[in-house]
Each structure stands twice: as structure tokens, then as C-alpha cells.
């Protein structure tokens, strides 16, 4: 493992305030405000749109629509299907209709004032099941099947089936969207984004601007968060202030007030799920039939790749010999809805933790019993509903240490008795498991490039693709380039992600960035050192007469240089580079990786998606109050898989940081709409994510370092995404707490997020014998 201490490469900065993010970056005094006018209707047709007075307020530079745009007006990151700006109609409420260029906000909301635009509404798809009744949906279907599905379901001894609506959620960076564009000589534009993706930022800006891409070089130093929210939706602002500031010739910026960026913005899909299981009176899962409908919103953005993803975790972790997954994606008139930490896995885990949970009701058994019973073992039970073989099975080891270390059975016992014996507090307790697949599953996509340069006084600049959002990727790049070189990480900088340096890079996403990154700079490092290692031993043999130095026995460590069979034959590393440049050795080299090993076959559902797998668990125990819903999560006991972590404090940080978000996804963050199709929750105080009062009293986190059987960098693990969906183990503690009300003898009525409207319904229906619970004997009927 790595040194424990490591800590964030701009820890001091962001502490001291010096830490540049978009709005900071100094700009002269020609700075233009860009301001997005939006649509007011979720779906009506643009009957007539005038500018002429918007365009005389004094300090107005620029007022474009459609018309003015001089490339491509298309947006999409794999489907062209969303316009830049609104043309003949609008298709969701926030819509771009119209991008106004100013010297101050107040100019821009005066230009706003006078624009005229007649819309004539139209009827608006605002609900799953809307679009499933008006067969609006985006692209076809998608399965994976496995075994015999309906024969199983039929002569099974226990079926039951069921439906699970889970929710949206916003992405609450702090760091809103924000883009600011400065023209260059020619057509040239410099584009400073808040982006996952500056690739795919510099293609959208290029083609909206009609100009190659050679003439667009993105940059982002740093995000401030971004948890998939910027992977492909930071384009849209991008290329919004790219316009205005090719239309006015000056350094144009926009960045939204958070009111504006939650009701422009996509996010986490909502699902609805409908399932059927089948089981056996040990409660071992014999087959599995899910039905998986999103939202997509108005434009399909991500939203197959993410439905692909819920669809391939749709397992989790449990083998299942007769499985069927079908995705379809729904098409409504809301904003397209994008990536979130996890990227529809959360959504799938769900699902078939529903099942799991409510086989151990049906049966009278634990949950514990029942998931350890269906745990992906070896030989016959080791390969997924996609055919991909498991390799490396951390399951029983973390499900054996966590269950002693959390004293799950003793606590069960104290549950089940306090429950007993209080009527208007019930406590829950859930131990749940992630399984969650590493590598973008567009298998071309597992690529990264690096750029790394030492210079004469021994001081390493490292360029890469992958982009910091305050997850540690720079720290971790960092500290690669330092290992592999063997010197101290102060000599290390890595400079800010830029197109220019590394072309044709992949999203920050897929909890990859570090894997392709890390290799890639691996890959750099070992070229340059190839040079040194060849130039150094004909200098070590020419000033000493013994045996010649042989390459092989050159080794980088402590800041020297050194001959392992000579140790007298040594150089400081920094003399070293002095010396190689003045011998004429190259300094700098491109690093490449891919990869090794995956490939996915989308059609036919079938083939290894996934490098290896990242595992993990996590016990929560809750005390929900039975009069108000309200509940306090007790303790949380957490054991995650990090592999040879490469810092094991921001691994830490990452774990903690994604339970507690998903705690916000599985309790309090409840995104709604009216039925016009406005968010209603669009304001820290309408959308409640976790506070600092929200978090476990008692939270234990720790890390199982077994290196990964795959060969990664440094034989470590992804860890961004992962954890969240260790957060379902709070909300099903939530349940187990509320299905005490009725003595476990009937399957709540629970949704996600369990709300306290939630957790109240579902108590006073169990009060009242109105939940609906298929008797075991159920047989599901063709």
C-alpha cells in the first residue's frame, strides 16, 4: 500500500482560497457576462421570436438564437438528437431559446425584458407511464437472458412479483455550470470549461462554431464537483459562451445561479421496475424476470449506456440461473437526464435488493441468510447473466469479516427486542453488498493518453486526460509519476487537463480515470527512463574502470540514480537530468494505455464489460420515529475492497463521501415536478441533501487492501462509484424499521427515496392490514 499519509495534491490551496476554479480565473477588463434565455413550456411550438429591442440595451454585445449559429445547431454526446438553441419548438422547460452577451447581469436581464417570443403550448409527456401509455420512447429495447426464464417462473415453488419506482437526484456540485471562452488569432477559441469531458467539450464547440477542431483547445484545471453532472452536460455552456464570444469578439463567461443550473440541468434517471422472482423454501433464487423503464427526458445524452449499466448490475451480487433483464427508455419532455455516480447500477442494485429482501420476508428468514445463501461462489455459480466469469471473489471474505466486526447478530437480537418492547420507535438493521463492474462498457472508450516531461533541474510536469473534481485523480497521477521515477512528490506537478497536450481523451468517468490515466503516465515514464537507464550506464562504465554497468542494474530511488551492482556508482537524479540534456537524451514522451482483455457484445447481451470487479458491504442500523417518519442512522459499519490502494486517505474520503451521497439518493433528496413540468425542487430549501446531522452518529469505515488480480496500476482499485450503492443498505434498514410495525409478516409498500411521507404511508397501511403481499403459495401465470 501506498504511503497512508498522501494527501490532496491542492489541500493547501483550496484551504487558503487560492485555488482557481472557473469564476476565479482573471480575466481583462473586455470580460462579457453570458446569460441563457430559456423555455417557459416543457413542450409548444416557437410561433415568432424578435430581437430587435433586446439588441438596443446599451452594454449588449451579442443576442444570438438558432438562426445565428454558425456551425452545426446539434448537440449529443453519441445521438445528435438535442438542438444547441430551440428552433421551431421547445421540448422541456429550461430549454436554450435565445444567448444574450453583456457587460453586467443586470444588461443581460433588461435585453431579457424585451425579447418577444409567441409559443403556442402543446401536450407535454411528463411521466414514465405517460410515455409508456403514448409509446414515447428513445431508441428500441435492450435484453440480456439467461437459462429459462418462464419455465422457471412457472413451476417454481415460491413466485411473487412486484414494482419499485426509485427516484432522480440532482448533482449539487458546488461549482455550478460554468464556462468561460476567450477568442484567440483567427478562428481560434480557448475554452476554459467546468468539464468531465474536455474532448467531447472541444468536438461540440468546434462543430456548433464550424471549425476544426485544431482551432479549439479546452482546459480545466479543476472542478469543483461533479459527479457525472459535467461528463457530458458541461458542453451545453461551453458551446453557449463559445457563440457569444465568437459573435462578439470578446472573453465571454457564464456561470448559473443554482436556481438556474437545477432547472436547466438533467439527472439521475428515476426508474420504474417491475419484477418477478422465483425461489426455493431455502430462499436460493432460481429465476429472475425484470422490466427496467427510465426517464430519459427529451434527448437520449447517456441514457442507453446508463440503461445498459443498470441492466448488466441488475445481479449485483447474487447468482441467479434463470435471468432476464429488458431496458426500454422512456422519452419525456423534461431535461435530458445524464450520468450520476454509478450510472444506472444504483438503479439495477435496487431492484434485485428488493427481491433478496423480500424472499427473507416471505420465508420468515434474516436477510443476511438469504444474501450469503445467493453470493456468487465458484465453479457453476461464478458467471453473470452477461456471461462474464467472476474472477477474484472478495465476497466471502468481506461478508465473513464485516458480520464479525459489526456484531451483526447481536445487534439483530437488540433490534428485534427493542421493537418489541416500543410502540412509537422501531429500529432496522440491513447488510447489503456491492458488486460493481470497472471499465466503460463502449469498450473503445478504455483508453487515456499522457504527456510527460522532466526538465534539467529534475522537476517532472506530468500532462494526462483524466480531470480533477476534487476526487484525488491529480494526487493520485502524482504520485505514480513520483513512484515510478523514485523521486520525492515535490519534484511532481501535474499541469491542468488540456486538449492540446493529450488529444482524444475519454470522459473522467466509469470510476476508470485513475486505472487508464495511471497507466498511461506509467507508460510515459517508463519510455523516458528507457533513454536515462541506456544513457547512464555508458556514463557510469566510462568513469569507472571496473565491469561496465549493465541497463538492468540501473535503478531510480530516493532522488538518485544508482547501479545496484556498483552502489558507489551513483547521481543525484537531479545532476542526472542536467547531464542527460547536456548528452542530448529527449526528456519528454507520450504515454499510451487500453484496456487489455474486454470486449462487449451490446446486441447479443453477452461478453466481459467489465476488467474486474470493485466489492464492498456495508451494515446500517436506524431508529426511524413512527409518528413523524423521521429517522437517525445509529451506526454504519463499512468494509470496502480499494485493492493496493494508491492513496489510501483520499480512498478513504471517496468511501465515505459516496455512502453519504447515496444516503441523500435513498432518503431525503426527492426531485419533483408539477403538472406543467416545472421543478418544484429547484433551491436548498425545496431539495434537502445530507447535513452534517444526516451522517451516522457512528461510522465506522474500513478497507480491505488484498492487491487486484488484475493488473492495474499498482494492483489498485477504482473506488468513486462503488460505495454509493452501499447507501442501500440505509434504506433498507429503513424498511426493516418499518416493517417491525407490522411484525415482519407483510411487505411494505416502500419506494426510493423513503421519504418520511414514505415511511409514514407505508407504517399506517401496515397498521391498517392494507399492504400488498403476494402469499407465498402465489404462482406467477403466463
Given at each position: 500500500?501506498?504511503?497512508?499519509?498522501?494527501?490532496?495534491?491542492?489541500?493547501?490551496?483550496?484551504?487558503?482560497?487560492?485555488?482557481?476554479?472557473?469564476?476565479?480565473?482573471?480575466?481583462?477588463?473586455?470580460?462579457?457576462?453570458?446569460?441563457?434565455?430559456?423555455?417557459?413550456?416543457?413542450?409548444?411550438?416557437?410561433?415568432?421570436?424578435?430581437?430587435?429591442?433586446?439588441?438596443?440595451?446599451?452594454?449588449?454585445?451579442?443576442?444570438?438564437?438558432a438562426k445565428d449559429i454558425p456551425g452545426r445547431n446539434e448537440m449529443g454526446p453519441v445521438i445528435k438528437d438535442e438542438p444547441c438553441l430551440a428552433e421551431n419548438e421547445v421540448i422541456c422547460i429550461g430549454q436554450a431559446v435565445v444567448l444574450i452577451a453583456a457587460e453586467t447581469l443586470e444588461q443581460c436581464r433588461e435585453a431579457e425584458r424585451k425579447i418577444r417570443i409567441e409559443y403556442e403550448p402543446l401536450d407535454p409527456v411528463l411521466s414514465i407511464e405517460d410515455a409508456i401509455a403514448k409509446n414515447s420512447f428513445l431508441g428500441?429495447?435492450?435484453?440480456?437472458?439467461?437459462?429459462?426464464?418462464?419455465?422457471?417462473?412457472?413451476?417454481?415453488?415460491?413466485?411473487?412479483?412486484?414494482?419499485?419506482?426509485?427516484?432522480?437526484?440532482?448533482?449539487?456540485?458546488?461549482?455550478?455550470?460554468?464556462?468561460?471562452?476567450?477568442?484567440?488569432?483567427?478562428?481560434?477559441?480557448?475554452?476554459?470549461?467546468?468539464?468531465?469531458?474536455?474532448?467531447?467539450?472541444?468536438?461540440?464547440?468546434?462543430?456548433?462554431?464550424?471549425?476544426?477542431?485544431?482551432?479549439?483547445?479546452?482546459?480545466?484545471?479543476?472542478?469543483?464537483?461533479?459527479?457525472?453532472?459535467?461528463?457530458?452536460?458541461?458542453?451545453?455552456?461551453?458551446?453557449?459562451?463559445?457563440?457569444?464570444?465568437?459573435?462578439?469578439?470578446?472573453?465571454?463567461?457564464?456561470?448559473?445561479?443554482?436556481?438556474?443550473?437545477?432547472?436547466?440541468?438533467?439527472?439521475?434517471?428515476?426508474?420504474?421496475?417491475?419484477?418477478?422472482?422465483?425461489?426455493?423454501?431455502?430462499?436460493?433464487?432460481?429465476?429472475?424476470?425484470?422490466?427496467?423503464?427510465?426517464?430519459?427526458?427529451?434527448?437520449?445524452?447517456?441514457?442507453?449506456?446508463?440503461?445498459?449499466?443498470?441492466?448488466?448490475?441488475?445481479?449485483?451480487?447474487?447468482?441467479?440461473?434463470?435471468?432476464?433483464?429488458?431496458?426500454?427508455?422512456?422519452?419525456?419532455?423534461?431535461?435530458?437526464?445524464?450520468?450520476?455516480?454509478?450510472?444506472?447500477?444504483?438503479?439495477?442494485?435496487?431492484?434485485?435488493?428488493?427481491?433478496?429482501?423480500?424472499?427473507?420476508?416471505?420465508?420468515?428468514?434474516?436477510?443476511?441468510?438469504?444474501?450469503?445463501?445467493?453470493?456468487?461462489?465458484?465453479?457453476?455459480?461464478?458467471?453473470?447473466?452477461?456471461?462474464?466469469?467472476?474472477?477474484?471473489?472478495?465476497?466471502?471474505?468481506?461478508?465473513?469479516?464485516?458480520?464479525?466486526?459489526?456484531?451483526?447478530?447481536?445487534?439483530?437480537?437488540?433490534?428485534?427486542?427493542?421493537?418489541?418492547?416500543?410502540?412509537?420507535?422501531?429500529?432496522?438493521?440491513?447488510?447489503?453488498?456491492?458488486?460493481?463492474?470497472?471499465?466503460?462498457?463502449?469498450?473503445?472508450?478504455?483508453?487515456?493518453?499522457?504527456?510527460?516531461?522532466?526538465?534539467?533541474?529534475?522537476?517532472?510536469?506530468?500532462?494526462?486526460?483524466?480531470?480533477?473534481?476534487?476526487?484525488?485523480?491529480?494526487?493520485?497521477?502524482?504520485?505514480?509519476?513520483?513512484?515510478?521515477?523514485?523521486?520525492?512528490?515535490?519534484?511532481?506537478?501535474?499541469?491542468?487537463?488540456?486538449?492540446?497536450?493529450?488529444?482524444?481523451?475519454?470522459?473522467?468517468?466509469?470510476?476508470?480515470?485513475?486505472?487508464?490515466?495511471?497507466?498511461?503516465?506509467?507508460?510515459?515514464?517508463?519510455?523516458?527512463?528507457?533513454?536515462?537507464?541506456?544513457?547512464?550506464?555508458?556514463?557510469?562504465?566510462?568513469?569507472?574502470?571496473?565491469?561496465?554497468?549493465?541497463?538492468?542494474?540501473?535503478?531510480?530511488?530516493?532522488?538518485?540514480?544508482?547501479?545496484?551492482?556498483?552502489?558507489?556508482?551513483?547521481?543525484?537524479?537531479?545532476?542526472?537530468?542536467?547531464?542527460?540534456?547536456?548528452?542530448?537524451?529527449?526528456?519528454?514522451?507520450?504515454?499510451?494505455?487500453?484496456?487489455?482483455?474486454?470486449?462487449?457484445?451490446?446486441?447479443?447481451?453477452?461478453?466481459?464489460?467489465?476488467?474486474?470487479?470493485?466489492?464492498?458491504?456495508?451494515?446500517?442500523?436506524?431508529?426511524?420515529?413512527?409518528?413523524?417518519?423521521?429517522?437517525?442512522?445509529?451506526?454504519?459499519?463499512?468494509?470496502?475492497?480499494?485493492?493496493?490502494?494508491?492513496?489510501?486517505?483520499?480512498?478513504?474520503?471517496?468511501?465515505?463521501?459516496?455512502?453519504?451521497?447515496?444516503?441523500?439518493?435513498?432518503?431525503?433528496?426527492?426531485?419533483?415536478?408539477?403538472?406543467?413540468?416545472?421543478?418544484?425542487?429547484?433551491?436548498?430549501?425545496?431539495?434537502?441533501?445530507?447535513?452534517?446531522?444526516?451522517?451516522?452518529?457512528?461510522?465506522?469505515?474500513?478497507?480491505?487492501?488484498?492487491?487486484?488480480?488484475?493488473?492495474?496500476?499498482?494492483?489498485?482499485?477504482?473506488?468513486?462509484?462503488?460505495?454509493?450503492?452501499?447507501?442501500?443498505?440505509?434504506?433498507?434498514?429503513?424498511?426493516?424499521?418499518?416493517?417491525?410495525?407490522?411484525?415482519?409478516?407483510?411487505?411494505?409498500?416502500?419506494?426510493?427515496?423513503?421519504?418520511?411521507?414514505?415511511?409514514?404511508?407505508?407504517?399506517?397501511?401496515?397498521?391498517?392490514?392494507?399492504?400488498?403481499?403476494?402469499?407465498?403459495?402465489?404462482?406467477?401465470?403466463?
Amino acid at each position: 500500500m501506498s504511503n497512508p499519509n498522501i494527501t490532496h495534491e491542492s489541500a493547501a490551496l483550496h484551504v487558503s482560497g487560492e485555488a482557481l476554479y472557473i469564476d476565479d480565473i482573471p480575466v481583462h477588463e473586455g470580460l462579457l457576462t453570458g446569460y441563457v434565455v430559456s423555455s417557459p413550456h416543457a413542450y409548444a411550438r416557437i410561433k415568432s421570436l424578435d430581437l430587435a429591442d433586446a439588441r438596443k440595451v446599451p452594454g449588449v454585445f451579442a443576442i444570438l438564437s438558432a438562426k445565428d449559429i454558425p456551425g452545426r445547431n446539434e448537440m449529443g454526446p453519441v445521438i445528435k438528437d438535442e438542438p444547441c438553441l430551440a428552433e421551431n419548438e421547445v421540448i422541456c422547460i429550461g430549454q436554450a431559446v435565445v444567448l444574450i452577451a453583456a457587460e453586467t447581469l443586470e444588461q443581460c436581464r433588461e435585453a431579457e425584458r424585451k425579447i418577444r417570443i409567441e409559443y403556442e403550448p402543446l401536450d407535454p409527456v411528463l411521466s414514465i407511464e405517460d410515455a409508456i401509455a403514448k409509446n414515447s420512447f428513445l431508441g428500441k429495447p435492450a435484453a440480456i437472458e439467461r437459462g429459462k426464464v418462464t419455465e422457471s417462473l412457472k413451476s417454481a415453488p415460491h413466485t411473487f412479483r412486484g414494482e419499485l419506482r426509485t427516484g432522480a437526484q440532482e448533482h449539487w456540485y458546488l461549482e455550478t455550470q460554468s464556462c468561460l471562452c476567450v477568442p484567440g488569432e483567427g478562428k481560434e477559441m480557448f475554452v476554459c470549461s467546468s468539464t468531465q469531458h474536455p474532448s467531447e467539450t472541444q468536438t461540440a464547440v468546434a462543430e456548433v462554431l464550424g471549425i476544426g477542431k485544431h482551432d479549439v483547445v479546452v482546459e480545466v484545471r479543476r472542478m469543483g464537483g461533479g459527479f457525472g453532472g459535467k461528463e457530458t452536460q458541461g458542453n451545453h455552456y461551453a458551446c453557449w459562451a463559445a457563440l457569444l464570444c465568437n459573435a462578439a469578439k470578446r472573453p465571454v463567461k457564464i456561470c448559473l445561479d443554482r436556481d438556474k443550473d437545477m432547472i436547466i440541468t438533467g439527472k439521475r434517471h428515476r426508474f420504474l421496475s417491475k419484477y418477478e422472482a422465483a425461489f426455493d423454501g431455502d430462499g436460493r433464487l432460481l429465476a429472475v424476470n425484470i422490466d427496467l423503464f427510465s426517464d430519459g427526458g427529451c434527448a437520449t445524452d447517456l441514457s442507453h449506456a446508463i440503461m445498459e449499466r443498470a441492466m448488466l448490475h441488475a445481479d449485483n451480487a447474487y447468482f441467479v440461473p434463470n435471468f432476464r433483464v429488458v431496458g426500454k427508455v422512456c422519452k419525456t419532455n423534461l431535461p435530458s437526464n445524464t450520468a450520476f455516480r454509478g450510472f444506472g447500477g444504483p438503479q439495477g442494485m435496487a431492484v434485485i435488493e428488493t427481491i433478496v429482501d423480500r424472499v427473507a420476508r416471505e420465508l420468515h428468514k434474516d436477510p443476511l441468510e438469504v444474501r450469503k445463501l445467493n453470493f456468487y461462489g465458484t465453479d457453476s455459480r461464478n458467471t453473470t447473466h452477461y456471461e462474464q466469469t467472476i474472477e477474484h471473489n472478495l465476497l466471502p471474505p468481506i461478508h465473513d469479516r464485516l458480520v464479525t466486526s459489526s456484531d451483526y447478530w447481536s445487534r439483530r437480537k437488540e433490534v428485534n427486542l427493542f421493537n418489541a418492547q416500543n410502540e412509537f420507535y422501531k429500529k432496522g438493521l440491513a447488510l447489503t453488498p456491492v458488486k460493481f463492474g470497472i471499465s466503460f462498457t463502449t469498450t473503445f472508450l478504455n483508453q487515456a493518453g499522457a504527456l510527460v516531461h522532466v526538465y534539467k533541474d529534475g522537476t517532472i510536469l506530468v500532462n494526462q486526460g483524466g480531470t480533477e473534481m476534487g476526487q484525488g485523480q491529480f494526487t493520485k497521477m502524482l504520485h505514480v509519476a513520483a513512484r515510478e521515477f523514485g523521486v520525492t512528490p515535490d519534484r511532481v506537478k501535474v499541469n491542468a487537463t488540456n486538449t492540446s497536450k493529450v488529444p482524444n481523451t475519454s470522459a473522467s468517468a466509469a470510476s476508470a480515470t485513475a486505472d487508464l490515466n495511471g497507466m498511461a503516465v506509467k507508460n510515459a515514464v517508463a519510455t523516458i527512463k528507457a533513454r536515462i537507464v541506456d544513457a547512464l550506464a555508458n556514463h557510469f562504465s566510462m568513469q569507472d574502470t571496473g565491469s561496465p554497468s549493465q541497463p538492468a542494474n540501473i535503478v531510480f530511488e530516493n532522488n538518485e540514480i544508482f547501479d545496484r551492482e556498483h552502489p558507489n556508482r551513483r547521481i543525484a537524479f537531479a545532476t542526472a537530468m542536467d547531464l542527460m540534456h547536456r548528452s542530448q537524451v529527449s526528456l519528454s514522451a507520450t504515454g499510451y494505455y487500453r484496456t487489455p482483455g474486454i470486449g462487449w457484445d451490446k446486441a447479443a447481451g453477452k461478453g466481459k464489460p467489465f476488467f474486474y470487479y470493485a466489492y464492498g458491504m456495508a451494515v446500517t442500523e436506524v431508529l426511524v420515529d413512527a409518528l413523524t417518519g423521521d429517522h437517525k442512522i445509529l451506526r454504519a459499519d463499512i468494509l470496502h475492497d480499494v485493492g493496493d490502494s494508491l492513496a489510501p486517505g483520499i480512498d478513504l474520503g471517496q468511501i465515505e463521501g459516496g455512502f453519504v451521497q447515496g444516503c441523500g439518493w435513498v432518503t431525503t433528496e426527492d426531485v419533483r415536478w408539477d403538472a406543467k413540468g416545472n421543478l418544484l425542487s429547484h433551491s436548498p430549501d425545496t431539495y434537502k441533501i445530507p447535513t452534517v446531522c444526516d451522517i451516522p452518529a457512528d461510522f465506522r469505515v474500513a478497507t480491505i487492501d488484498i492487491p487486484n488480480g488484475a493488473e492495474t496500476i499498482g494492483r489498485s482499485k477504482a473506488v468513486g462509484e462503488p460505495p454509493l450503492m452501499l447507501s442501500l443498505s440505509l434504506w433498507l434498514a429503513i424498511k426493516d424499521a418499518v416493517s417491525a410495525v407490522g411484525n415482519h409478516a407483510a411487505e411494505p409498500e416502500f419506494s426510493l427515496p423513503a421519504t418520511n411521507e414514505v415511511v409514514l404511508l407505508a407504517m399506517e397501511k401496515l397498521r391498517h392490514g392494507q399492504s400488498k403481499s403476494a402469499p407465498k403459495s402465489e404462482k406467477i401465470k403466463s
